[in-house]
């Protein structure tokens, strides 16, 4: 065999192999089952922003506040959370910071952006205004929290800390920005069924911006009473009836979609706090009891009542409201109230708690046909509860006065997280009494004013603030 | 892929071109035999020395062969014979007569790329395991059948239900959240041993199963990066190389062998038999007894009265034909007596394996096939797994230069499996938890078939409290899966001159698996609250990888004392696969369980490509035969990593010094053999698919008020990856004594993995939660031990191996500590995760303890150091990140002992494994429900245990241990998962085999070469201070996460008794 061939077979062998080096395997890591920024469009952003943002402040905002002010009680999970034992470390186990800033406040940023692209008004619009929701709602539990260079990680990839006091004049601004955007007819395309809150009717948008605006001015009471007028002002284009209740409808039948309420009736992870069942059932009859809550167990052993969600809120296509009506009326109660006196607030008092019932109380929820969740009470009938409580001006004392009407401010924004900005702001109002009266911390402990900073944020941001030595530090607003 | 092709073809033509072959003038003949016993030896090879000019014996032992002139010399060799030598001269016949070589073969092994070496020249740590110990230890999982006999290598088999996962590890973890499985490699074919995790609902098998122990010639264990260097990036943890069986030139044999066999549960929980079923002692439970068979108001806990108040009133009704229980001491009526439900339940379960296999082959071909057949019930009633097996293998010697190997295996397996621990469904969670006053067979003789045991008249289930009735859940809810798989490859060997060989290869690995998950329309898994009423979901996915191969390979000896080997070799691998899944939810009719009756249907799909392609050489240097210096280097290519770093190499070099040769000792009496070996290595890992960047994906799967929506991922991919990179060393020593009678092999390595690519945690306020990044390194050393002995060696054998391995495997310096790694299989109360200067794997909690005098950020629990109670003696609680435990075991020996006299042979081996913590859930979960045997004492009133008040004072206020306490600071629902901790040590008899082998003489009237019969038990003992079930279970299976048990399977022991025949 001749020597020269067998080099001439080698050859071959490695030129194969050098034509295999050139290899590009350039597309192959592009996965196949995911998309990119500049193909998804906004109207497949915006129904996955309010989605997010209703299971996020409806869910693990709703069930941690509620905590602490007293509606859910946590049956599993860290068992101190029922003591207020709570540390930098759940903080982060908790994930409530993540899940707003990753979520809502992360998406809404996106959105504006694209927005401002494409120079559209209308979803410019309505992501400020649940940008503003959740970075309010972010500050009111940790205070100081970051907004300017949020979400901007490649350009901001420590974001700074900004002053509560900052964040909400921005947010004011945002706010008055996001009706400038939405009152522009002109504009681009609408919104329309890819916005699940409000179907893309923008005047609904528009009243939800004002009443979020009194809502916040509300908020800084403590610090100026200027604040009474400028929410007063902002209350006029607000909502006029439940029918402009910014609320997101959970869709039955959609399997593992689920208002987040009903989620923690099944896991049985919360319940609602029994004091607050006892409070409606025995101490108030309120006729709402049946819809926030089904107690489950003995009778004979009452140690062992499970009070789970209710029907109203606890079912597979409850809804979770961001702001009502009712909660309009309330803050013209108190500003009413401030202003001119407990006979003139009486109508608005008497307007919130009917809007209430009318909103909880009316429509079947149930599946039992011989209990009032099934066919809902007669709007009459719940005038006569509204009659027995409403009456404020016949009540000599004032600290009753607004004890009554932040108890049943209280009751009608169940699961909401606003309660525990109220007792932060309101302990002012009932002398001699600390705090909200109707909330009394459990086991005799106080009522955390503001959270820990979650670890992981402290950890992983070096422009994060050191965090705060225990829960009962004050978010500006709250201290005078 | 084209290209790849190419090489194949470029083989071929380059065969066809060689088979010109030069002129010869003379033919000669002859027979070889063996110069003992005077038989025909076949394949024996008989060359013109110098050229490729040969040939081989037949079955007869002739041959014949055409050669250029009569000065040339022949050389007639034979593996295992001392080489002859003939110069041709005037002779045209020969008969040559070969005497078996009588010094010690050296010993070889299969190393990377199929690469045979004698065992003398390696300068890293690999180790054999041998055919029949693979088969003879009665596992269906190949991986389970290495356990202990291997240092250096730990298996945890996941449960003991039928084709359970098992998860191997090869000198710990060199990765946070990548690869850390060993390379499974089939006759030089890399396969796919995914999968095995296991959920909160299923388990899974790792697809290694799919190996039929049976069709295995030979394994050997690749432990270092040293070792895999050629592999590369694949092998970066270690590999598994399995030789399978080839036929033999020569006379066709037939091998039978069929194994009958049986499985036992072998360890379970101890529940009490003291309380009934209810609340606290109350009786209201037993008013309500028909309302806690209600979905979601029963009263599933067992803290009612104690049996001895308890009578049955004697009118029998539907839930017990002895009647209702009644508080009273009436004499007349019959006592309350817990039944045995567990201890019912789990019934012996048969197992069978038949094989058979025809091979042989004459002048120029061999072929091997073999038809294999395995079938394993479960311990739970109608859970199996079923394995078929069809190979072909076959060999052309084509012409003088060219071989072709073609070789193709097909499995098909099945399995019904049923729910796991953690589900509403699973038999597992009904019987540990619920209260024992009920009858889950409702006095059926026959409960697996019976319907009367759980179904009422009406078609509604007879379940205890919430849970499904276990008979029911076996027969209504079983997920089944079935895999089809053929691995296949060709092979072309080419050997044009006789120091030089190329050889190209193509090998698909190809399975499509199918599986089907049910919850029939009563299941408790649709409680009432629960989102549907019934379920299904049918997935499918089918995965092909694709290698090729091509190895240039030159050995020379260039002088008298050195010997160079040279190898060029080039790889492409690429894997793509595609998963379909849909989910029907809430069946419209009963009985009708098929996605077109659901109401509601949700999809799934994924598809992974991968590529992957290598260039590497080895260059070996030879000197005398006792100094062997090696080096590699390879260069990778990926597609998984970003497109500007998509390439990289890693060096290696390795030395074996066989000192003994240089002391001339080959005589000594008391040392026979001593090596040192001596490597550095280097090898990559590389980041999962599509981390590079960060994608838009759809939230939810299903339509939300009509509308489809998208949102970013919220892990920030990384355009900027550089692969992980591992850094070894490792040294070792294999001495041999009294003329190879006893022998120790010491290894010690040290590893270090860099680059860690993990997903850590930023600042939220960016908008991400996490981030993929380069970040943190991991050490690995270790110390593998592996002694062998033969006390006496005369017609009584008696062999000792033994097996040890101890190591430290660490995380350091990675930016955010105490993240998970797994998967949470359904429980985070205690996840398996890293922190930085801690084990890999430590299990986190979120909650512990007070203890007096710890400081708060000390994130360990302090047994040492008691705890602190209040003012009402219970237990502080603190929330935060601890380290409640290491599931690391401090060391693990394999212990074999074997003797044989005559045709008998015995041999057991023993596992011991000390350390290694488990997070036992289960018995938590059982504590709080009251069920566990510790809660007897529950009327038991004492200051708890261990503790002092607030001032360190001595805490005398005594409490009782009752369900208040352990739902709430007792903790026992995972709450304080420290409470959960137990010591997983164990000494087990993990194989005990008799066997006898009939007299050859004998069995030759039958038309036999041999019989023989053999009785095996495995796992027969198991001594450890574990209070649940078999501490060697993993809730999340083939998975980096170890060290939990919530409520898995139960694991058994196994009775076989086998019968093989060579005919």
């Known amino acids: 065999m001749q020597k020269s061939s067998i080099c001439c077979k080698i050859l071959i062998f490695l030129t194969v192999i050098g034509g295999l080096q050139s290899c590009n395997f350039g597309d192959v890591n592009v996965n196949p089952n995911a998309t990119t920024n500049e193909v998804v469009s906004l109207d497949k952003r915006l129904p996955s922003l309010e989605y997010d943002f209703a299971s996020i402040v409806g869910g693990s905002v709703a069930v941690r506040v509620g905590n602490i002010v007293g509606y859910s009680f946590y049956k599993q999970g860290p068992v101190g959370f029922n003591k207020y034992i709570f540390s930098p470390a759940d903080a982060s186990n908790i994930n409530l910071w993540g899940d707003l800033y990753a979520q809502p406040i992360n998406q809404a940023f996106q959105i504006i952006a694209k927005a401002d692209e494409e120079g559209n008004n209308f979803y410019k619009g309505i992501a400020l205004i649940i940008q503003s929701y959740s970075i309010i709602t972010a500050s009111t539990i940790w205070g100081d929290v970051p907004f300017a260079e949020a979400s901007q990680a490649s350009q901001f990839p420590f974001p700074k800390f900004d002053p509560q006091e900052a964040i909400y004049a921005k947010v004011q601004e945002n706010l008055d920005l996001a009706i400038a955007n939405l009152s522009n007819e002109t504009g681009k395309v609408k919104p329309s069924v890819d916005d699940l809150i409000f179907k893309g009717d923008v005047s609904k948008w528009i009243k939800t911006a004002y009443a979020l605006k009194a809502r916040y001015y509300l908020h800084l009471v403590k610090k100026d009473v200027a604040n009474y007028a400028k929410a007063d002002v902002a209350l006029a284009n607000a909502f006029k009836s439940n029918a402009d209740n910014c609320l997101l409808v959970f869709e039955e039948g959609v399997p593992d979609v689920n208002a987040p309420l009903y989620n923690e009736k099944v896991s049985g992870d919360t319940q609602v706090d029994s004091e607050f069942g006892t409070l409606l059932r025995t101490t108030l009859k309120d006729p709402r009891e049946k819809f926030y809550t089904i107690v489950k167990g003995s009778i004979v052993n009452p140690s062992q009542i499970r009070a789970l969600y209710g029907a109203f809120y606890g079912s597979k296509g409850s809804y979770y409201p961001f702001i009502t009506y009712e909660e309009c009326e309330f803050m013209r109660t108190e500003i009413l109230m401030k202003t001119s006196g407990k006979a003139a607030a009486e109508p608005a008092f008497r307007a919130a708690i009917q809007a209430s019932l009318d909103r909880i109380c009316t429509k079947s929820i149930g599946t039992i046909p011989t209990d009032d969740v099934a066919v809902g009470i007669p709007s009459s009938v719940l005038g006569i509860y509204v009659n027995k409580v409403a009456n404020i001006d016949s009540v000599a004392e004032d600290s009753t006065v607004w004890k009554t009407i932040f108890q049943q401010k209280f009751i009608a924004m169940f699961m909401q997280a606003e309660a525990w900005n109220d007792y932060r702001r309101t302990e002012q109002y009932v002398a001699g009494i600390k705090g909200l009266p109707i909330i009394k911390p459990r086991d005799g402990g106080l009522l955390p004013r503001k959270y820990y900073y979650p670890s992981t944020e402290l950890n992983a941001n070096p422009a994060a603030p050191p965090n705060i030595p225990d829960p009962y530090q004050r978010v500006w607003w709250d201290s005078n | ?1063």
């Open chain 2, 1 to 1063: 892929m084209v290209k790849n092709l190419l090489i194949v073809f470029a083989t071929l033509y380059c065969a066809a071109f060689a088979s010109a072959q030069g002129s010869q003038t003379i033919t000669i003949s002859g027979v070889v035999i063996d110069k003992k016993t005077g038989e025909p030896i076949i394949g024996v090879t008989i060359v013109e020395k110098g050229t490729t000019n040969g040939t081989v014996s037949d079955v007869d032992g002739k041959f014949g062969l055409k050669v250029s002139s009569n000065s040339v010399v022949l050389a007639i060799s034979y593996v295992g014979y001392v080489t002859v030598e003939q110069p041709l001269g005037s002779q045209t016949n020969f008969s040559f007569s070969l005497e078996e070589e009588t010094k010690n073969l050296e010993e070889v092994i299969v190393t990377a790329v199929s690469i045979k070496r004698e065992k003398r020249q390696l300068g890293y740590a690999a180790q054999d395991i041998k055919a029949d110990e693979l088969v003879g230890s009665q596992e269906t999982n190949i991986v389970n059948a290495m356990n202990a006999k291997v240092a250096g290598v730990q298996i945890l088999s996941s449960s003991g239900s039928p084709g359970a996962a098992a998860r191997i590890r090869i000198r710990g973890n060199s990765s946070l959240t990548q690869n850390n499985d060993p390379l499974f490699v089939i006759d030089g074919i890399p396969i796919d041993n995914s999968g095995g995790e296991s959920t909160r609902t299923l388990e899974s098998s790792n697809r290694a199963i799919d190996i039929n122990p049976n069709d295995i010639e030979s394994m050997s264990i690749l432990k270092g990066p040293a070792a895999t260097a050629l592999y590369g990036i694949r092998a970066a943890n270690g590999a598994v190389i399995i030789t399978t069986k080839k036929g033999k030139a020569g006379k066709t044999t037939v091998s039978f062998s069929s194994s009958w066999g049986i499985d036992m549960v072998n360890k379970l929980p101890e529940l009490q038999t003291k309380y009934a079923g209810g609340n606290n002692g109350d009786t209201v439970y037993f008013d309500q007894r028909v309302n806690r068979i209600s979905p979601g108001t029963g009263n599933s806990r067992s803290w009612g009265p104690s049996y001895d108040e308890l009578r049955y009133n004697g009118v029998g009704d539907k839930w017990d034909d002895r009647g209702r229980m009644v508080l009273s001491n009436d004499p007349n009526l019959a006592r309350v007596t817990p039944y045995d439900n567990i201890n019912r339940f789990f019934v012996p379960a048969l197992r069978r394996d038949n094989y058979i296999s025809v091979s042989g082959g004459g002048e120029k071909s061999t072929y091997f096939l073999s038809v294999g057949n395995f079938k394993q019930e479960g311990i739970v009633p109608n859970t199996n797994y079923e394995r078929s097996s069809v190979k072909f293998t076959g060999t052309n010697q084509v012409n003088k230069l060219l071989k072709l190997t073609s070789s193709a295996t097909y499995t098909y397996s099945t399995s019904d499996r049923m729910r796991k621990g953690g589900n509403w469904s699973s038999p597992i969670v009904s019987l540990f938890r619920s209260p024992n006053d009920f009858d889950i067979a409702n006095g059926k003789r026959d409960p697996i078939t019976n319907k009367d045991a759980y179904l009422f008249a009406d078609g509604t289930q007879r379940q205890n409290a919430i849970f499904d009735n276990p008979y029911f859940s076996v027969n209504n809810n079983l997920a089944s899966e079935k895999i089809h798989r053929v691995i296949g490859f060709l092979q072309s060997d080419i050997q044009p001159l006789p120091w030089l060989g190329i050889m190209a290869r193509i090998g698909t690995d190809f399975n499509h698996f199918n599986d089907r998950q049910n919850y029939s329309k009563q299941s408790a898994e649709n409680h009432a609250e629960q989102s549907f009423v019934g379920s299904i979901r049918n997935g499918q996915t089918i995965r092909a990888d694709l290698n090729t191969d091509l190895l240039i390979s030159a050995d020379k000896d260039i002088s008298k004392d050195f010997n160079i080997g040279l190898r060029i070799g080039h790889n492409y691998w690429q894997s793509s696969s595609n998963q379909l899944e849909a989910t029907g939810y809430g069946y419209t009719f009963s009985n009708y369980e098929d996605l077109t009756n659901t109401q509601s249907i949700e999809t799934f799909n994924r598809d992974v490509t991968r590529k992957l392609m290598g260039i590497y050489s080895e260059a070996k240097l030879g000197f005398r035969n006792y100094l062997f210096l090696t080096g590699t280097f390879r260069r990778e290519e990926a597609s998984t990593l970003p497109r500007k770093n998509q390439s990289f190499t890693y060096p290696s070099l390795s030395l074996s010094f066989v000192f003994t040769d240089v002391l001339k000792l080959d005589n000594n009496q008391w040392l026979s053999f001593g090596k040192l070996r001596l490597s550095v290595a280097q090898v990559g890992n590389l980041p999962n698919p599509y981390l590079t960047n960060t994608f838009y994906t759809r939230n939810l799967s299903v339509p939300f008020q009509g509308q489809t929506m998208y949102r970013s991922e919220l892990t920030q991919g990384n355009p900027n990856f550089k692969p992980e990179l591992s850094t070894s060393y490792e040294i070792g020593t294999e001495l041999r004594f009294f003329k190879n009678r006893a022998s120790i092999d010491v290894t010690y390595y040290d590893t270090k993995s860099e680059n860690q690519i993990i997903p850590i945690q930023v600042a939220a306020s960016t908008g991400y939660n996490f981030a993929q990044r380069n970040s943190g390194f991991i050490t690995n050393k270790g110390l593998e031990v592996v002694v062998g002995i033969t006390p006496i060696k005369r017609d009584f054998v008696w062999d000792v191996n033994l097996n040890f391995f101890t190591y430290q495997n660490k995380v350091f310096d990675v930016a955010t500590n105490y993240q998970q790694i797994g998967g949470s299989a359904g429980f985070t109360q205690g996840y398996s995760g890293y922190a930085n200067g801690n084990n890999y794997g430590i299990l986190i909690g979120a909650s512990r303890y007070q203890r007096y005098g710890q400081d708060p950020n000390d994130p360990a629990i302090r047994k040492d150091l008691p705890i602190v109670v209040d003012s009402a003696g219970y237990p502080v609680i603190q929330n935060g990140t601890y380290i409640i435990g290491n599931p690391n075991p401090d060391w693990t020996l394999g212990f074999r002992n074997g003797f044989s006299y005559k045709g008998f042979s015995l041999s057991a081996l023993l596992d011991i494994r000390k350390g290694g913590q488990v997070f036992n859930l289960t018995r938590l979960n059982m504590m709080a429900m009251g069920t566990h045997k510790l809660t007897e004492n529950r009327d038991e009133l004492k200051p708890f245990d261990n503790s002092v008040n607030k001032d360190g004072s001595a805490n005398i206020t005594s409490i009782k241990q009752d369900r208040t306490f352990y739902e709430n600071l007792g903790g026992d629902f995972g709450n304080v998962p420290e409470r959960g901790i137990e010591d997983g040590s164990w000494i087990r008899l993990r194989e005990v085999a008799f066997g006898y082998s009939f007299n050859e003489k004998k069995v030759k009237v039958l038309g036999m070469q041999n019989l023989s019969l053999k009785f095996t038990g495995r796992n027969l003992f198991l001594i450890t201070p574990y209070s649940g079930i078999d501490p060697e279970t993993n809730a999340a299976g083939n998975d980096p996460s170890f060290g939990r048990d919530a409520y898995n399977s139960p694991n058994t022991k196994s009775y076989v008794m086998t019968l093989s025949a060579l005919f």
